[in-house]
Every structure is written in C-alpha cells, then in structure tokens.
C-alpha cells in the first residue's frame, strides 16, 4: 500500500509556470510506475504524464507535450511535475497516481492502484 499527497497547486495567469510534487509512501518499492492526471468540471479525468520508476522513461498527452515534464526523485520519494506555458484550458484539479508491479504506456485511470487528494490548479486567461 501506498499513501500519496501532492502539493504545489495554485492560481496562476496565462503563460506563467507552476511545479507539483507528490510524495509517496508506504510501500514506495512495489511502484511500477507513477502518473499525473487531471479531471476539469463536467470533464472525464484525464492523464497527463507517466514515469516509470526503474528507468525514468517519461510519457506525456499530446495536449501538454513540450509544455510539462516529469521526473522522479528516489531518494526523497517524490514525483514532479513541471508546467511551462500554462493555458486556462490547463484548469483543473491535478492527481498523482501509482500503478504497482507492473506498468505499460495506458495512461487509463483504472489501472492506477493508489492515489492522492488532488492539488487545484487554476490559470486565468
């Protein structure tokens, strides 16, 4: 089992930037993978990038690609993601998730064992 906590969420105008983090514990060791995801009223949530946790290989949605990076840091057990070139489009409350044991490229939210409480992110136009 796994608990999960992100932060790093906030109100920021078009263009501006904003980092979240998701710290991981538990039984941080069984990861295959991590994932960000995001869910905008009356939208489905959505994934938004992945990282696998032997080899750093990063996957992103076409939507954020080039703007947002992931990456991982094993000694501190936190995942992060970095937004560049914030659209209002980019609203939404934003999850961190953890798929144990085994991963592939599906960034489908019901694969996803553990999960954490959110971070709202906001960009105003």
């Known amino acids: 089992q796994m608990e999960l906590v992100e932060s790093g969420g906030g109100s920021v105008q078009a263009g501006g930037s904003l980092r979240l983090s998701c710290a991981a514990s538990?039984?941080?060791?069984?990861?295959?993978?991590m994932g960000w995801f995001r869910q905008a009223p009356t939208k489905e949530r959505e994934g938004v990038a992945l990282?696998?946790?032997?080899?750093?290989?990063?996957y992103y949605a076409a939507s954020v690609k080039g703007r947002f990076t992931v990456s991982q840091d094993d000694a501190k057990n936190t995942v992060y993601l970095q937004m560049n070139s914030l659209k209002p489009e980019d609203t939404a409350m934003y999850y961190c998730?953890?798929?144990?044991?085994?991963?592939?490229?599906?960034?489908?939210?019901?694969?996803?064992?553990?999960w954490g409480q959110g971070t709202q992110v906001t960009v105003s136009s």
């Open positions: 990282i696998f946790a032997d080899n750093g290989a990063t």
């Open positions: 998730a953890a798929k144990l044991y085994s991963c592939g490229l599906s960034m489908t939210p019901s694969v996803f064992n553990s």
């Open positions: 538990g039984n941080t060791r069984s990861r295959a993978c």
